[in-house]
């Protein structure tokens, strides 16, 4: 099928690729062994492989048999490296991806990546072509032999190609043939290099260790987990995936490895998502908490205490909604105009404008993440605190400004009732933080106006001609972002006025189990186009029925969910009206929302 896809339009299907990475950047690799995508050295550096955003001027790295094949990729049980198989008349070849990754880091500044090609039987005849094109195809670069090594050189980013098979370059690229008989196997491996690194060679004994030592390092991560639920496979398959989505120097946590890819094909939805979202990340903190991940939750507050100070009020408030993985808050957004985009998706833009929005209920999302921090991993010191007050003060200060909302609309602000929750969440949990442990707090402030929040939800966040709870204050337009009401404790799940509201959204938003986020014909958010389901409202359905006791429904609907995910176990943003994953993919978002109502309906199954 992926061969078929790539012939038919230059392009495989976002859902036909792995990921592999090293807890600093990622690399996609399609279903036909081609690498599409990776940025070196880190998640949101310039693309070296871009294929998936221009099949022509994108780069890529290609390497597959040169025989008719099918293909088949996998994942090494419990671990972040991939496999990707080619049956052929002859016999059987894998290539094996990997970046490496051990419990010292060694290898952090080649920024290497691996890829081993083993005959598993009979003999195949392979191709490779490397194509690197930097900068987002913008920069062109030089290429020479040193020795039998390939560098790649730019002014600022060099590339070094390493092989146990003979190279021959081909103007900016270069290319191998060669043929495997079983038990064989050839080695390619590409490091940044310059200054202190020079290239070297990657002998298959290196390549062999290396594998090991990557292998040892996810199944001693994964064995941390304290999840022995019915979904072992699919949830610590999400824990994986969001544990590549972290960046080690710092603690961030991105909300997904790509830009641009689109939310609908031929559509202007396309964002760039290799920023921290302090509403993501916090999300995120709370299910690796869950699964008893505390060095993550760990690393991510100590991001926040370096990067993310309450102290700077910027236009939209104390907090921004999103940070570079380094703490930067400059996220100018751009066009690439010479990139084409997914399948002519233009247009494929770099920064992020969202980033000067004012979305109120990030300050919720973060204070749940830190209460619950301050739960389960360890208490939070008086300075963090001291910040905590200082945000819940500026929550009491705020809570009531319409703003932009959780889905980033950009057709004006609006008085968001998930605004006003997230507000009132902010609020509960310090009064909670203050009381458990007798911190100092202006408890009647802070209760008061958690109160006030609680009445004017009540009293202008429900529709009587809807008999549900709406998107925004005064208005009847239903949007999946309410599910989150019992999530958060802010409702009993079994409120006549809470199941009146899930009936509601049955009916107009759930579509065999998918969910869509909002009616953007009934709730303009100034962008053209249509969207498919959002995933994470999908998983958010889940918990809101299995809170709700309608337990059976719960669990249907959460399987049918699974039987959406790639080959592989992995989720986009959204699916489209095809059943297509769309959108930037993985996302964090969709992949914590599994493990939280994977989580819950096991409990609830007993």
Not at 105 to 123: A, N, Q, W, Y
Not at 185 to 196: R, T
Not at 274 to 286: G, I, L, P, T
Request: proline share 5%.
């Amino acid at each position: 099928m992926s061969g078929s896809a790539r012939e038919h339009t230059g392009y495989l299907p976002i859902a036909e690729h792995g990921l592999i990475g090293d807890l600093r950047s990622v690399a996609l690799v399609g279903t036909d062994g081609t690498i599409d995508w990776y940025c070196c050295p880190s998640f949101d550096a310039p693309s070296v492989f871009a294929s998936i955003l221009d099949a022509e001027r994108g780069g890529c790295f290609e390497l597959a048999a040169t025989v008719p094949a099918r293909t088949k990729q996998f994942y090494f049980p419990d671990t972040n490296v991939l496999i990707t198989r080619f049956y052929t008349e002859d016999g059987v070849g894998e290539v094996q991806d990997f970046m490496p990754v051990d419990g010292d880091m060694v290898e952090t500044e080649r920024h290497r990546l691996i890829r081993r090609v083993v005959c598993v039987r009979g003999s195949i005849p392979f191709r490779t072509r490397v194509a690197p094109r930097f900068d987002y195809g913008a920069q062109p670069h030089t290429l020479r032999m040193v020795g039998d090594v390939a560098v790649f050189e730019t002014p600022k980013l060099s590339l070094g190609l390493t092989a146990t098979v003979p190279l021959e370059t081909e103007g900016p690229d270069v290319r191998a043939d060669f043929k495997l008989s079983e038990g064989e196997s050839a080695v390619f491996a590409l490091d940044q290099v310059g200054g202190e690194v020079t290239p070297r060679r990657c002998a298959r004994t290196e390549a062999e260790e290396q594998f090991n030592s990557t292998v040892a390092y996810w199944r001693h991560w994964l064995s941390a987990s304290k999840y022995r639920g019915r979904w072992r496979e699919m949830v610590h398959r999400s824990a994986l995936t969001l544990k590549l989505l972290t960046y080690a120097p710092t603690g961030a946590i991105v909300a997904a490895p790509t830009t641009s890819l689109p939310e609908q094909l031929g559509g202007e939805r396309n964002w760039d998502y290799r920023y921290v979202w302090v509403r993501d990340a916090a999300f995120c903190v709370y299910a690796l908490l869950r699964l008893g991940f505390t060095s993550e939750a760990e690393a991510f507050m100590d991001f926040l205490i370096r990067h993310v100070s309450p102290d700077g009020h910027g236009h939209s408030g104390p907090l921004q909604i999103m940070y570079g993985i380094d703490g930067r808050t400059d996220l100018t957004e751009r066009e690439l105009g010479h990139l084409e985009g997914h399948q002519g998706s233009a247009p494929v833009r770099v920064g992020n404008a969202a980033a000067d929005q004012l979305q109120l209920d990030i300050y919720g999302a973060l204070i749940d993440s830190i209460y619950l921090y301050d739960k389960w991993a360890k208490p939070i010191s008086s300075d963090q605190w001291d910040d905590v007050s200082a945000l819940v003060d500026w929550v009491c200060e705020n809570w009531d400004q319409p703003d932009e909302g959780i889905w980033e609309t950009r057709g004006g602000r609006k008085n968001f009732l998930y605004s006003r929750l997230m507000c009132w969440v902010a609020i509960e949990r310090a009064i909670r933080m203050a009381n458990r442990r007798g911190l100092p707090a202006d408890l009647n402030r802070w209760r008061e106006c958690r109160d006030v929040i609680y009445r004017r939800i009540m009293k202008r966040g429900w529709s009587e001609t809807r008999q549900a709870f709406v998107q925004h204050e005064d208005g009847d337009v239903l949007d999946a972002a309410v599910l989150m009401m019992p999530l958060t404790k802010f409702i009993a799940p079994t409120d006549p006025k809470w199941l009146s509201t899930l009936d509601a959204l049955t009916e107009e938003l759930v579509s065999d189990s998918l969910v869509y986020r909002y009616d953007p014909t009934a709730s303009p958010d100034g962008l053209r186009g249509d969207e498919g389901t959002f995933s994470i409202c999908s998983f958010w359905y889940v918990e809101a029925m299995v809170h709700a006791g309608r337990i059976d429904e719960a669990r249907l609907a959460f399987e049918k969910m699974l039987t959406y995910a790639n080959h592989l176990g992995l989720y986009a943003e959204e699916i489209s009206n095809t059943g297509e994953q769309q959108g930037n993919f993985p996302q964090a978002f969709t992949h914590l929302a599994l493990i939280s109502a994977a989580f819950n309906l096991d409990r609830a199954l007993g």
